[in-house]
Every structure is written in C-alpha cells, then in structure tokens.
C-alpha cells in the first residue's frame, strides 16, 4: 500500500511537474495577411522570452468571425484565453459579465504592475468601465486619417486640408488636375463614428451608451450629421468624392492606382499602402468641419482590444497576465508599431519610437497617434453601443441608397435612427 | 428516381421488391446508423433552432428571457425582411428556371453531337468541379468596379454597371453566377436522362412525325419528367440554400444595400449580429417553408410525372 502511494505521489507530482513546465494558453484574432504574421512573431518572442508559458494564436478570419466563433466556443466551455474583439463588437462582451476577466484585475491579480497613466490618452477610455478600469487590454489602435497622393497635390497646386470647407475650395482644383479628389473606405467609421469624435457631436443617449444600456438611443438623423452626408452626396454628383459601395478594398484601390487625390483611411493600412501604392504618398489628419463650434477633438480608438475569457485556471491567467504585460513593453509596441502601421499605445513606447528616429524617416507612421493624442472634448471618447455590428450593417444599406439616389440622407438617417433604436432596445432585452 | 418513388408511395406497392427479416428488430439495426447521424444533425439542431426561437438571448448565454412569438413577429414586420424574402423568391424562380432551361438546352443538344461528343461533354461539366465560394470569386472579379470584363463591356454599350452599390447590377450578376455554376449538373442528369430514352422509341416516333419540336415534345420531354421533377426540387434547394457561398463572396462580407436571400440573413443576424433568437426564429420560417414547398411538389408535380 506505502509502495503505491509512493508511486502514486512520484507519478502525480510528474505530471504536475510538467504541467508547471509549460502551461498553454490560446489566443483566437482576426487578422490575415502580414498582420497575421506579425502577431505569429510576437508570439514566437513571447514564447522564447520565458519558458512558463506557451502562447499559440490562431486566426479566426475576420474580426466578427473572431467574436462569434469565441461567443460559440464560450457556450460549450471551449473558449480561448484570448480573444481579440473590434471596437463596434467591444459592447457585446463588455456587457456580458463573467465572460471576461478585467485585463486590470488579471495583471494585478498576477502580481505584475499596471497603471492606467502608461496608456496615451486617447485608448484609455474606450475599453474600460465607467469607473475607467481596463476590461480590455487595447492592443491593435488606429485612427482615420487622410492619404494624399502628393502628385495630385503638386499638380494641382494646393496644400492638404484641415477641415472640409478647405476640401471644398480645393476639390475642383484637383479634379481639373484630373484626379478623383476623394475616396474614403468605411463610411460608417469615418463619416459617423468618427465625425461624431472629431467634431465633438454626441453620438448617443446615456452618455454614448457608456453609462447603461437601458433606452440608450442614437442621435444620427441631427442636423450636422445629414449636413456630412449631404455633402457628400453633393460631391459625389460632382465628381469630388468617388464612391465606391461598403467594401474597405473597392475604395482604397483606385487610390493606389494613383487615380485618386486623397483617401480617407485608417492609419493601421500604412504597412499595406507601403507596398502597394503606386506613387509617392503622405498624410495627414482627418478633416473637421470648421463651421461646427469646438470642433477639431480627437479621433477615438479603432481597431481592436484583447480580451482575457472567464472560466480558466489561475496559472493560465498568471501567463495570460505575463503576456499582456509583455505586449504593453515598449520593445514589442514599437516593433508591433512599425510593421503594421497601427499606433503604440503607451506614451513610453511612442517615446522609444520617436527616439530611434522612426518618424524622421517615417513621418505618415506619426499622423494616426498625433491625432489621438488632440485635444479630447465631451464626446469625442467613442460609442458603447450594443448589437452594433448590425446598426454597422443599416448604415452600410442606407449610404449605398443614398449615392445610387434611392434615398435623401435625411430620410436614410431617419430610418438608421429607428432601426438602430430598435436593435438597442433588442440588445437592452437580451442583457437585462 | 425509383428511391424517390418508393420513399412516397410506400414499399406497400411494390410487393416483389420486399426483403423479410426474420426478427422484426434485424432492418432497424441497419437503419440505425442513418437514423443516428439524421437525429443528430437534422432533429436535434432543429429542436434548438424552435426552442432558441422564443427567446431573447444574450450572445454568451447567461440569460435569456422567455418572449414568445415576439422574435416572429418583429422578423416579418421588419421591411427589410419582406424585401429579402421578396428578393430570395425572385432570386429562386430565376436560378432555377434559367439553370434548368440552359441546362436541358444544351444536353438536347449536346446528345445529338455525334464527333468530339466527349470533349464538348467534359467541357461542359467541368464548370461543376469548381466550388461555390471559388465561382464566387470568378465571379466577383468579372463584375469588379475597376477592371472587371463585364463592368468593361457594359460600359461599351454606355451603361455604367456598379455591382455592389447598384441593387439591380448585383442581382444580375448574382443570378449570373448562381445559374452558371448549377447549370453542368443539370446538363448531367438531362443528358442522362436523353441517353436512356429507349433507341427503338425515337424511331418509331421519326415514322410517326416529321417535325422534331413535336417528336421532343411528346415523347421525348415525357419520359425526361422524372429527372425534371427531380432537378427541379434539386435547383429550388441549391438556389435558397447553396448559393450561400456565392452570395457572401460576391458581396464581400459586407452586405450593405445589396440583395441577398433568406440563408445569407439568418447568419448575418446570428453568427455576425449575435442575435441568437432572432436568427433562430428567421431559420424556423425558412424550414416551415421549404419544407411546405417540398411536400406541395410532391402532391401536386410528382402526380404529372410517370415513371416509365
């Protein structure tokens, strides 16, 4: 009996051994291509960095494929350690308690330091709760800013706009000097979301939905937002302003064709646009509306946050832990930072950059997070809205009527109010 | 077409064709296996879809509350789900007729080949091998905004052809692609079907009457009903539900104002919305009616069809 209970103990305290060794933890994204590469490399260095933990990341596809597919793997009790959710899908699981583990209390938690006042300003509040505690870990920011095809601007002879009424006086010019003047991808962050933060307009009741999601309810069919799109409906019948239908690629192409004078973008397409532009290029920021009183605020974060899901052993989170620590070090930031184009997100990490001269020889990579570190006002902070990815999809419909001329923009903000407020109700329902 | 036949009117008729077991448990244990894998992919998933259907969810499962028809009713009062419903209609009766006729077209025809018979045959049915999502694809770059051939062609004629902004533009080019794809495996069964009308029939039927339109018409096209009858619930399938990867590919994740048929609105609203109950109650109306659909082919068509 002594002699098995001696083996017993030898044989558990192995396999405990090893277990020790290594734990494994899992981190689900949504990125293809080089961004997809970049975060198999920083995970390779997390992992050769220290020998307790092993990261493996698996692509999901897209970011909604990411989310659901962890939404579907949570409900079976399969989820990843890591999930990797975009910003219009942040609402979904931060308002889903117990799903997640606060990135605040799992790094405290584990013993590794954190303070909020490492972050710039611009990040800290959009995946945090009201009280301002990190619940998402943000990881990939980017900012929409302004391409422009320094060719059409020579030739046209003007200089980059600030704000659209300087895009108005020099549109003509830059399509006399035979170009399109202006493509933008993604309407929906660009023109709404990020209309709403730069020119300082409240986007939502309930504080932007930030403070609950009872009768939280949009404001998009308000005066300055039709003003935005009945102007560029107006470009458009012109020939200033080409669009090109919902898809990211369709309106961003033409541009690197070289056939376009600016392109609104996201500052994380630098990595991309690098490689694929045809002709020489720079950038700036986004423009405002100068008629509009106090703004020129900040852009708020886009992209995407890492998330720590609930339901998993104390020594995984302890790695998950160690690695978000590990992304937020300036090292990995400025690497993460100069391959894909998406900003740092730590003021020591846009240091370390600055330092080794990256702008001076890259200054289109400064242009996103300079314009998330403007000036902030009330409402440039962002959205919390819930089933947002499908009030994204009534956006999408409406605009395209709108430019093939089935609808005014008063009337498809009409109907964006009210379907969205409908599926904010639906959401409120399903999460009270 | 005789397992078809048999699966609806009962073994009962064909009393020759009857297998006795000697324990009455022995064919279950055959069927087992198939019962298995019907109950656990097709019952079980179904009675979750129903159950799931009356409640409003949140996306991780820590509560749902019970709502009753509410799901139901909020997807057929919504008008955007009338246009879809409207659209997938349309969208079924054109694949299917026009995949059927091209199909049957060019199987009388390609039965009367007589040199190159197989070439022509093979090039013809090698469009099959190829996958929706990767027809898709093809399809997409034909209709790109930028460079695509077909936008390139329109624009001799002077119209400007804008697939993906354009609701009418994208339906063609969707309906274009969709009957492509299906028309080689329609183009099989037919020619399959014209190969095996009996050689002593045809000729008898030359003596009979001179006029080939008549000669197809009322010999030929009678004894081809099974495998129309066939084909036609095939297509109807194939056009609501495996026209899904198309669909997505040419849209491009990003539906926007375009159109798109019932199957692609159930996995916007559940797999990227997250609405598990409205998703839900959407598929249950889509099963009620192809299902319906189904079995009113059956009753009403399948009484036309002689089976030789």
Redesign the interface.
Known sequence: MLKFATVSTIAFSTIAGSAMAQTDISWWHGMGGRNGEVINEISQQFNDAQDACKLTPLSRG?Y??A??SS?AA??SGEQPNIVQVFDAGAA??M??P??VIPAEDLILNAGEEFSRDDFIAGVRNFYADSEGKFVGMPFNSSAPIMYMNTEAFEKAGVEAPKTWEDFEAIAPKLKDAGYIPMTASQLTWMMVENFKSRNNQQFATNNNGYDGVDGTQLIVNDENTVMMFDKLKAWADDGLYG?????W??NL??FE?GKVAMWIGSSGSFGGLQKSAQMPFTADFMPYWGSIEGAGTQSFIGGAALFAMAGKSDEENACTAQFFSFLTSPEVQVYWHENTGYVPITEAAYELAKEEGYYDEKPVAEVGIKQLMLPGGEWSKGYRLG?Y??IR?VM??????I??G?TTPKAAFDTIQQ?GDALLA?FA???? | MARLRGFWEGSSRNPAKRVQFDRPLTPWLFVLPQLLIVAIFFYWPSVQAVTSSFYLEDPFGFGSTFVGMDNYTDAISSREYRRIAGFTAFFAVMVTALSLSIGLLLAVKADKVIRGASAYKTALIAVYAIAPPVSGLIGMMFFDMHMGPFTEMAAWFGYEMKVGINYNDTAFALILVAVWKQIPYNFIFFLSGLQSVPVSVREAALIDARSGWRRFKDIVLPLLAPTAFFLLIINITYSLFDTFAIIDVMVKDKPANNPMTLVYKVYLDGFKGNDIGGSSAQSVILMVVVAALTVAQFRFLERRVHYG
Not at chain 1, 429 to 432: A, H, L, M, Y
């Open positions: 897209t909604e494929e989310l659901s939404i949570f409900r979904t699981i308002n889903a117990g799903a669009f090109y239908g919902a898809g690629g369709d192409k033409p064709e089933f990815p499908q999809s999408e419909r409406e605009f395209n009527r430019f093939s089935e379907e639906r329902k399903t999460s009270g």
